[in-house]
């Protein structure tokens, strides 16, 4: 048990080391962020930016965008350098086969790895379980309040089926 705590404190010095690091090379432990009482934005800037939600409007955020876009190495939006995949299976076609379903809880999202799942029936499973993963796929949640929650998917977990609620 004394190994295991040894081992535990040691993998979280480690994690926040490598997160000084990040940190240290995107720029942001320079960064502060200072909450305006409000803010406005253009309906240009909306059109513009194809979005209509406040937040994203939100000056802190602005500042976020623009260290990001003046990094040295370079940036590109996450559709331009990845595929938005829709759902692509349906387990109630195939009620009496078996499937390993992830959902939000077996995300462990300081490790960004999926750390459990549950097998069950087609016809047990939640109508959102409409998404098989394969290895190297990068599932993320779409709920609001747990949007820390990503995950790669590891080679024994290919052809898992993961549920509507995360990007993919």
């Known amino acids: 048990i004394r190994k295991a705590h040894s081992h535990l404190r040691a993998s979280r010095d480690a994690y926040h080391t490598a997160q000084q690091l990040l940190e240290v090379e995107l720029g942001l432990d320079k960064l502060t962020l200072e909450g305006p009482m409000g803010y ?3 309906l ?8 209509m939600d406040a937040d994203y409007f939100q000056p802190q955020y602005t500042a976020v965008r623009s260290l990001v876009q003046s990094y040295p ?3 590109a939006p ?7 995949l829709r759902p692509n299976v349906d387990p109630l076609r195939a009620p009496q086969q078996s499937f390993t379903y992830i959902e939000l809880s077996h995300i462990n999202s300081a490790i960004g790895a999926v750390d459990g799942a549950m097998t069950g029936l087609g016809r047990d499973l939640p109508s ?5 993963v394969k ?18 998917i590891a080679d024994g977990q290919d052809g898992f089926i993961a549920s509507t609620g995360f990007f993919h």
Do not use: H, P, W, Y
Not at 135 to 152: Q, T
């Open 40 to 42: 406005t934005a253009r």
């Open 44 to 51: 240009s800037e909306s059109v513009n930016s194809s979005r």
């Open 73 to 75: 190495g370079g940036f």
């Open 78 to 84: 996450l559709l331009a350098c990845c595929d938005s």
């Open 128 to 132: 959102r379980a409409k998404r098989q």
């Open 135 to 152: 290895s190297g796929d990068v599932i993320a949640s779409a709920v609001v309040g747990s949007v820390d929650k990503a995950a790669v």
